[in-house]
Every structure is written in structure tokens, then in C-alpha cells.
């Protein structure tokens, strides 16, 4: 299997039904003060914020083992570390006045935290942070990852997350984490194919100024296996792409339904400019072609639902979303998960949300989560490159959730494969596409 479970506050609450509660606290809380002492072993003294649920009673539970362990382990501030015990897993809304100003004393009492479960203040069902939350440095959660330590903003507060079993049985979940399984499902070439029925990848886009976006998605298809890749652009880019691209076919813009001919899937919109009928000829492609398609940069500009059944991505960032579904930018990085929902049963197409999480949504099924994509990625031109693998494992067949998934998947690899944490850049991502998918 390809995905890892993520569980919701409800998903974990049925999880647990039936089980011996003290029993599971005993287990939880041994487990936080095993990973503190293994975390901070010249920690002298462990201070404990703990509420008056079950979620506190793990944290006192540390705490007494910590004790046992012969360190100093009391509730308050007071600590070399602190254990964030306050809030758990059934959060949900802003934390009161007196919870909030507590959990602005944790994050500015400079010592590391330690969450339980969850950082307080952040919604385990969708990563939202409201108000106040703990910013931790790591995270110890119990039988299953939860879907805020994965999701923004909840993420970025979770610091490492710890897996500790509890002894509960798995359970099956709305959402999932995408794991590096899936680059497995993508189809290599056969000894009997030709360039033609290995991928034929029609990027459309290009325009003067842009062919770089261009040039990086056609080669990027290439390196993610396709056989034959054409480029359809304006005719006064063409001799800037004629020289940049020695391998794809260049085809002017008007000829872009003739190429598609030959096409087994198409890339609409790197570098493609919002001008000279632009979007016209986007929708015209996706209403009047039965192609496989992945749409992304200036094919998104003005995007309206569509009419098609063929396997359909679009791939916006958070800017690029809110315009889909009359939302700002902020609006979308405060509620991803719901925006990328609801984007996908407006267009009633797979959407892939880009970012450090980035999310696969599909109408009527639950959201797919890739959480591994180094820092690194966030250069100009990479999503181009994404655009352009995506739209490579589209023309080898894969329907649009899974194309999305691996495409994903093979791109995060591959930046970790460059060995740059620093100074990369998009064709380097593109020229370790093949060792990703080697690999």
C-alpha cells in the first residue's frame, strides 16, 4: 500500500472505544517520558502544563516517570523542558482567554516543548490554528499520525513527530499520507513500446519572456519517462525554444489541436501568458479534447468549471486556489484542507494544493497528503517541473489521483536526490528525476 493513515479527533476517538482507558494513559504517558529522556538527556527538571482531560492526565503520568527516572518533574512553567499537556486531540475552536495567555507564556518561556499528542491549540482534524498555539519542538503522538500534525499551518508547530504504540488496532481513515509506494505503480517502458505509447506529453505554453516554464515542463516530462514530448507556443517564441529544447517538437500556438493529435496527455499552461486569448484556447482544449490533462500557472488564470470526464489535475498554489474558489490567499494557508476540497468539487477535477504539505483532493473521497517536500523546492520553476512529471505519468495511463500522488511523490524525491539544501535549483530537480524513479 502507498498511503499511511492519517486520523481525525473522531477517527481516534473510535479507535480507542472499547479499550482500557487508564490502561492507554499509562501506556501514552511512558512514552512521552521516554522520548524526553531520550531527547534532552541533560534536561535536569521537566515542568508539565496539564489539563483536565485525558490529554493532561498523559502529561502527569510523564511526569511521574520522569520522577521515577530521578528528575525533577512538577506542573508549571518552571523547567529545563517543558510537556504540553493542556489540550488533546478533541480540541477544537479558540482556546479561552486564560488557556491562551498560558500557552504565550510556554512559547516564551525559551525552553523546548514537548507536545502531547498534538500541540495545544491546533485542530488535529485539519491542522487550523485559530489563536494561540504551542509551538513545540517535537511531538509525541500515539497509534497514528494525525492529520493537524501534517496539514499548515498545524504542521509547522509540530516540530518532529514521534509515533508511539499504544496497543490499539488500525483503523480505517478519511485522509492519508502519501509514501514513496506510489512511484512504484508508474509504468516503465516495455521492450515492445514505442515513444509514442510510453507518454506523448503536449505542453501547451511558452509565450515570450516565460519559455523557461515552458522548457523546464517539456524536459521534465522526458526525465519522468515520457517517449515523445511536443511544445505548442507562440510563433515568436518558438526560435527561443528551438534553441533551449533539443529533443521536444515545437509547434506554433495555432497548431495546438492538430499536436494534441499525437498527444496522450497535455500540460496547459507553463508560461503561457494571460493574453491573446489565453484562456479561450485553455478551455477549448480541456471541453474539446478527450486528453488526459494537468493545468497549472497561467492556464488557472480565470479558470472556470469545465465540462469534461477525461482525468483532469489542476495544480494551483495557495494564490492560484483562492482565485478558483473567490478566496484570498490568507483565507486558503489558514484552512488548506477545506479550500482544496472545496476546490476540487467546484471543478469536479483532482486538485493539488502545492506547499510543504502539499494536498491531493478528489471529489467525494478523502484528501491525500505529501509532507516530505524539502525547503529546498520553494525556487522558481519547480512547479513547472511538477507540471511537467504529472503530466508524463498521466500519458502512461494513471488516473488523476494517482498521477498527482506519484508525480508528487517522484518530485520531492528527486529534490532530495539533487544533495543541495541550499542553491537548488529547478533543472537541478529535473536532471534527478531518473534516479527517483530508479531509486
Not at 527538571?45 to 482531560?53: E, H, L, M, N
Not at 489540550?87 to 504565550?104: C, V
Not at 507556443?233 to 518558438?238: F, K, M, V
Request: proline content about 5%.
Amino acid at each position: 500500500m502507498w498511503t499511511e493513515a492519517l486520523y481525525t479527533a473522531e477517527e481516534m476517538k473510535h479507535a480507542e472505544a472499547g479499550h482500557d482507558v487508564p490502561t492507554l494513559m499509562q501506556r501514552a504517558g511512558q512514552a512521552v517520558a521516554e522520548e524526553a529522556l531520550a531527547r534532552f538527556p541533560d534536561a535536569a527538571s521537566f515542568g508539565g502544563v496539564c489539563g483536565k482531560g485525558a490529554n493532561g492526565g498523559d502529561g502527569r503520568i510523564a511526569l511521574e516517570v520522569l520522577r521515577s527516572a530521578g528528575r525533577r518533574a512538577d506542573e508549571g512553567l518552571e523547567g529545563d523542558v517543558l510537556i504540553d499537556a493542556l489540550f488533546g486531540t478533541g480540541f477544537s475552536g479558540e482556546p479561552r482567554p486564560e488557556a491562551a495567555g498560558l500557552i504565550e507564556r510556554m512559547n516564551g518561556a525559551g525552553v523546548p516543548i514537548l507536545a502531547v499528542d498534538i500541540p495545544s491549540g491546533v485542530d488535529a482534524s485539519t491542522g487550523e490554528v485559530p489563536a494561540a498555539a504551542v509551538r513545540a519542538a517535537a511531538t509525541v503522538t500515539f497509534h497514528g499520525r494525525k492529520v493537524g500534525l501534517e496539514v499548515a499551518p498545524g504542521r509547522f508547530l509540530a516540530g518532529e513527530v514521534v509515533l508511539a504504540d499504544i496497543g490499539l488496532e488500525a483503523q480505517e481513515t478519511a485522509h492519508a499520507l502519501i509514501t514513496d509506494e506510489v512511484i512504484r505503480l508508474v509504468p516503465a517502458k516495455r521492450d515492445e513500446d514505442t515513444k509514442y505509447t510510453s507518454g506523448s506529453v503536449l505542453v501547451v505554453g511558452g509565450s515570450p519572456g516565460l519559455t523557461g516554464a515552458a522548457c523546464l515542463a517539456a524536459t521534465a516530462a522526458f526525465r519522468a519517462d515520457a517517449g515523445y514530448v511536443a511544445v505548442a507556443a507562440p510563433r515568436e517564441a518558438l526560435p527561443v525554444l528551438e534553441t533551449r529544447l533539443l529533443e521536444a517538437v515545437k509547434r506554433p500556438l495555432e497548431d495546438a489541436f492538430e499536436a494534441a493529435e499525437r498527444a496522450s496527455a497535455l500540460a496547459l499552461g507553463p508560461g503561457l501568458g494571460r493574453e491573446g486569448g489565453a484562456q479561450e484556447l485553455v478551455r477549448r482544449l480541456l471541453e474539446e479534447t478527450a486528453l488526459p490533462a494537468v493545468v497549472d500557472a497561467d492556464g488557472l488564470f480565470g479558470l472556470e468549471p469545465f465540462d469534461r470526464t477525461a482525468p483532469t489535475v489542476l495544480t494551483p498554489h495557495s494564490g492560484e486556489l483562492g482565485r478558483l474558489i473567490d478566496r484570498d490567499s490568507g483565507w486558503v494557508d489558514a484552512h488548506r484542507l477545506e479550500a482544496v476540497r472545496s476546490a476540487a468539487e467546484r471543478f469536479r477535477c483532482v486538485v493539488l494544493l502545492k506547499g510543504a504539505d502539499t494536498l491531493v483532493a478528489e471529489p467525494g473521497a478523502g484528501v491525500l497528503v505529501h509532507g516530505g517536500s524539502p525547503a529546498a523546492l520553494a525556487t522558481a520553476g519547480t512547479g513547472d517541473v511538477l507540471t511537467g512529471v504529472i503530466a508524463a505519468f498521466l500519458a502512461k495511463g494513471l488516473d488523476a489521483r494517482t498521477a498527482a500522488a506519484a508525480g508528487v511523490a517522484a518530485h520531492s524525491r528527486a529534490a532530495v536526490l539533487t544533495g543541495r539544501s541550499r542553491g537548488m535549483v529547478a533543472g537541478d530537480v529535473v536532471e534527478a528525476l531518473p534516479a527517483a524513479l530508479a531509486a
